[in-house]
């Protein structure tokens, strides 16, 4: 008798040991296959995430307002630069007249020549701080037109996002930001042609008239 049940507890205990067994394997299996669909899903080269990234190098070069805004300051340089060319100009004609009248005594007196030789120096110092006023005038000029240009980008990329879902865009300069990118998150383009579709055509460029030798010979 005792051993007869000691026969049906054993057999018991093998049951319970396959039937574990079963149920260990089963589970192995599942997780095992569940992991190689994550896997799969993640090498999907079908499936889009919802980020993209923009080319800043090109976007500036290809958008319209970003052209305007660069016209605009390059001819705000050029004006400066021929303002102190100009100062330049006549600074060195009097420094060159002053030095050419000592040499022949061409003062009536002492004093004259000194009268002359301050009104130069006056003109050097005026050259000198027009031409750091005018960098100063540049420099914040320069910084008001980029916070315009970035204002506006980021308003019209949240227009042009509201169509299509991206949880995040990313700007790339020279590939500085982004190694490496599959080519279908890559939206510049797509961008730069909304972009110009909401600003319009680009200004004309106006080229700057500069005087020839021969007209400032004939002013002279």
Do not use: C, H
Request: without cysteine.
């Amino acid at each position: 008798m005792k051993n007869t049940y000691s026969y049906a507890i054993n057999g018991v205990l093998a049951v319970a040991v396959i039937v574990l067994f079963i149920l260990f394997f089963t589970w192995k299996n599942g997780q095992s296959s569940g992991l190689g669909k994550d896997l799969k899903f993640a090498n999907d080269s079908s499936i889009t995430l919802p980020v993209a990234y923009v080319n800043v190098d090109s976007l500036l070069l290809n958008y319209n307002f970003a052209k305007d805004l660069n016209e605009s300051l390059m001819r705000k340089e050029e004006n400066s630069r021929a303002a102190l060319n100009q100062k330049e100009r006549e600074f060195n004609v009097a420094a060159q007249e002053f030095q050419r009248k000592v040499q022949n005594n061409a003062f009536l007196s002492e004093e004259r020549a000194r009268q002359e030789q301050q009104r130069i120096l006056k003109m050097q110092e005026d050259y000198q701080t027009t031409a750091q006023r005018l960098s100063q005038e540049f420099a914040l000029e320069q910084q008001k037109l980029n916070l315009q240009l970035n204002d506006t980008i980021k308003t019209q990329l949240a227009i042009f996002n509201s169509t299509k879902g991206y949880q995040i865009i990313y700007s790339n300069t020279s590939s500085d930001n982004i190694l490496y990118a599959k080519e279908k998150y890559d939206i510049t383009d797509e961008v730069i042609k909304f972009l110009n579709r909401k600003y319009g055509p680009a200004a004309p460029v106006t080229p700057v008239a500069t005087p020839s030798t021969s007209d400032t010979a004939t002013k002279k």
